[in-house]
């Protein structure tokens, strides 16, 4: 299976940004989804996740009341809206798959499955 994040960029404090991951190479509702992102010099942090059907999102603290995660099977991406940016949202944004679900979602070593990831840069 490959993963491939896109939408990233380069915005200010306050916008808006929509990323995107395709995931090919076996039917998509095979997989839970998540991302994470790795700030420099920083460890990998967790996000949000989704399960299979897109009806039990799951999201750090950092991410809630401000992203959104989201599918869509039928085109085989994986959504993240980013609403109200801070600089301390910087970082490479990275999606990630695996077959299981559980309640637990947010540990790193539990995707076998992970894609090159996507740069976000807020400025202030």
């Known amino acids: 299976v490959q993963l491939q994040a896109s939408g990233g960029g380069v915005v200010q404090a306050g916008a808006s940004l929509r990323l995107s991951c395709v995931v090919s190479g076996r039917p998509f509702d095979d997989y839970a989804m998540a991302w994470f992102r790795q700030a420099p010099g920083k460890e990998r942090e967790f996000v949000a996740a989704?399960?299979?059907?897109?009806?039990?999102?799951y999201y750090e603290d950092v991410a809630k009341g401000r992203f959104t995660v989201s599918r869509d099977n039928a085109k085989s991406t994986l959504y993240l809206q980013m609403n109200s940016l801070k600089p301390e949202d910087t970082a490479v944004y990275l999606c990630?798959?695996?077959?299981?679900?559980?309640?637990?979602?947010?540990?790193?070593?539990?995707?076998?499955?992970w894609g090159p990831g996507t740069l976000v840069t807020v400025s202030s």
């Open positions: 989704i399960n299979w059907y897109g009806d039990k999102p």
């Open positions: 990630a798959a695996r077959t299981i679900w559980d309640y637990s979602p947010a540990y790193a070593n539990k995707y076998p499955y």
